[in-house]
């Protein structure tokens, strides 16, 4: 475990693999562990440095919350700061990890508990930073391949949101796996085989 200090913040870091453009990222509101997939982190990078992104791949990632889907953001943070993870985590693996993917139930439980290890004050600000968050405009000037991914049991960010990222992309390709929220662990196997197929093409 590596941490350092950058800009007054402290991180907890990982270097791993080898290759010279590969970068990986997690999501929001997880840890180190959670490199399933960093959607709006990758998108914006892609999208502030295009000189350095070759491609991008994303799965139904967080660019924003709909108007009408705030208030129940805020008073879920509400419930996350006075009560902590445990109180939501319920509504969040039925929403998140659906129990149609839950039949390897020592994965699920493994990842049940990672998530209820966050921090209930970074959890919820990171969310509010969400609430607030508007990416059409970083969307639009994305210029290298792109794929998003959306998936068939993701409560969350349901595919017709992750549909939606892909049509504000110039070029971007979609597609709909049968899949969940949080894809890399609930199904790794199907999601390598789709970023594999997809850097394939973009390489051929």
């Known amino acids: 475990m590596h941490f350092i200090e950058l800009d007054g913040v402290a991180l907890r870091y990982e270097l791993s693999g080898k290759g010279e453009r590969t970068l990986v990222l997690h ?3 997880g840890s180190l562990e959670s490199w399933d997939v960093g959607g709006a982190i990758a998108l914006q990078f892609a999208a502030q440095y295009p000189e350095r992104t070759s491609a991008v791949i ?3 990632p967080a660019t924003g919350i709909a108007a009408a889907r705030r208030p129940a953001a805020l008073e879920r943070l509400a419930n996350v700061e006075a009560d902590g993870m445990a109180s939501v985590v319920d509504d969040a693996m039925l929403n998140g990890y659906a129990p149609e993917l839950r ?4 994965r699920f439980e493994r990842f049940r508990a990672r998530w209820l290890g966050n921090d209930p004050a970074s959890y919820a600000a990171i969310w509010r ?3 607030n968050a508007d990416m059409q405009d970083s969307l639009s000037k994305i210029r290298c391949p792109a794929l998003v991914i959306g998936g068939t049991f993701d ?3 349901p595919p017709a949101m992750a549909q939606e990222v892909a049509s504000a992309i110039p070029g971007a390709r ?3 796996v049968p899949t969940g929220h949080y894809m890399a662990v609930q199904t790794p196997g199907l999601i390598a085989a789709r ?3 997809f850097l394939t093409s973009v390489n051929a």
Do not use: N, P, Q, T
């Not at 039949?103 to 020592?106: F, I, K």
């Open 195 to 197: 970023i594999d197929e």
């Open 103 to 106: 039949g390897d139930a020592r």
């Open 27 to 29: 999501e929001m509101g």
């Open 58 to 60: 994303v799965g139904s």
């Open 155 to 157: 409560r969350v960010r």
């Open 129 to 131: 930073m969400l609430v």
């Open 174 to 176: 979609y597609i709909e």
